[in-house]
């Protein structure tokens, strides 16, 4: 069956005419993502595979920054911050795990590191690269955080927590678990507010 000339004509005008109205009746802007808090504005290597991770990606949740270790008596702090991570996750929460020799009690490269924690306790939540988390040698994130709290990590399985707007609001010493009810109630007291 063959189409008349003039109904090729039609269609063809019909679709020139589309930009023309798209012109004319412009879409709104794009949400553009929020602007990355300068705490965040960093980038860490990724502990199982080294590679740059921008902590950028978590702008906007409630973050729980902690220094970790495998050789420590808070060590079985892992499966408490895993299993807060898999409470709250998905209405915010990222817990960051970040492990540190600064206390002798992580002597393992990454990939040692990576292993014990996912064997052991089944860690899922991010964690980055070893690296230093007081003093003069801090990394840059735990020197901004300890300025920003008054307190650097006085041990291993310190904990910082972060609002959604990127700013610290709490730390707390090892001695705090992660099922401790004032911690727990701080974050959904956090998760609530948008």
Request: charged share 20%.
């Amino acid at each position: 069956m063959r189409v008349p000339f003039l109904a090729l004509l039609l269609v063809a005008a019909a679709t020139m005419s589309r930009p023309a109205l798209a012109q004319a009746a412009p879409a709104a802007p794009a949400a553009s993502p929020a602007a990355c808090p300068a705490l965040l504005d960093r980038s860490f290597p990724r502990l199982q595979d080294e590679k740059p991770q921008s902590l950028c990606q978590y702008s906007g949740k409630v973050l729980l920054m902690v220094n970790t270790a495998s050789y420590c008596g808070f060590t079985p702090q892992y499966k408490g911050l895993e299993d807060l991570y898999a409470r709250y996750r998905d209405r915010g929460l990222v817990v960051l795990g970040f492990p540190s020799n600064d206390f002798a009690q992580e002597k393992g490269s990454n990939k040692d590191i990576a292993d014990f924690c996912e064997n052991t306790f089944g860690v899922k939540f991010p964690m980055f690269g070893k690296s230093a988390v007081r003093g003069g040698d801090a990394n840059p994130l735990f020197k901004d955080l300890a300025a920003a709290t008054g307190r650097q990590p006085l041990w291993n399985f310190h904990k910082y927590l972060v609002g959604r707007d990127g700013k610290p609001v709490a730390q707390y010493s090892s001695m705090t678990g992660p099922d401790d009810k004032g911690l727990v109630a701080r974050i959904e007291q956090l998760l609530a507010a948008r």
